[in-house]
Structures are given as structure tokens and as C-alpha cells.
Nanobody, 126 residues
Framework: QVQLVESGGGLVEVGDSLRLSCAAS????????MGWFRQAPGKEREFVAG????????TYADSVKGRFTISRDNAKNTVILQMNSLKPEDTAVYSC???????????????????WGQGTQVTVSS
């Protein structure tokens, strides 16, 4: 199994940028598609972005498309979420997750992911 640890969250202002990192250990990293999810208080967890095993395919939620970029470095066992032009509605706990089942595609349902990090808080103040 894989262990995931997120970092990079914090308190920023509207329009600022943040870079979230997720470090993986314990298993071969490129055996997993990776996703970022977020959960705001009182709301369900939602898919933010995903990247397939090779890193050649990515997908985004409509709400972040054009502002967020997901990438991975399989040599460093890391997946990155670069968040630009942040808005108050981006405030949430952000978690990375690993999907060991899918070979080529990227899935969006949280139930499809097998391993999760502990999450990192992102707060965007207006």
C-alpha cells in the first residue's frame, strides 16, 4: 500500500496562488493514478483534479479548470496541485488520493480511490 502526505496549504487572499504537494511512499508510485479532492465545511467531498499513472492525461473539475494545474513526478513520488487565481469558494481541506485499479483513465468518484492523505487546509480570504 501507499502512504500519502500533503503539504503546502495555508491562508491566502483572493487572487493569490498556492502550491500543494503530495508525497507518496511505501509502494511503486506509478502504479497509481492520483487525484486531488476537497471538502468544505458542511459540504460533500468533491473531485478537483486527477492525473493518470504516466502523467500524460489530466482532468479537472469545471470549477477549477484554467486556474489549477495537476502534475506528477514519478521519479520523486510526488504529485503537485498548482492553484492560481484563488477564490473564497476554493476554501476547503484538500486531500490527495491514490487509485490502484485504473490503468489508463482517471476516475472522479472518491469511492474509487484506495488510499488517502490526511489533508491540508486552504483558506482564501476576501
Amino acid at each position: 500500500q501507499v502512504q500519502l502526505v500533503e503539504s503546502g496549504g495555508g491562508l491566502v487572499e483572493v487572487g493569490d496562488s498556492l502550491r500543494l504537494s503530495c508525497a507518496a511512499s511505501g509502494d511503486t508510485f506509478n502504479n497509481y493514478a492520483m487525484g486531488w479532492f476537497r471538502q468544505a465545511p458542511g459540504k460533500e467531498r468533491e473531485f478537483v483534479a486527477g492525473i493518470n499513472r504516466s502523467g500524460y492525461s489530466v482532468t479537472y473539475a469545471d470549477s477549477v479548470k484554467g486556474r489549477f494545474t495537476i502534475s506528477r513526478d514519478n521519479a520523486k513520488n510526488t504529485v503537485i496541485l498548482q492553484m492560481n487565481s484563488l477564490k473564497p469558494e476554493d476554501t476547503a481541506v484538500y486531500s490527495c488520493a491514490a487509485d490502484r485499479t485504473t490503468l489508463w483513465s482517471i476516475r472522479r468518484r472518491s469511492n474509487d480511490y484506495d488510499y488517502w492523505g490526511q489533508g491540508t487546509q486552504v483558506t482564501v480570504s476576501s
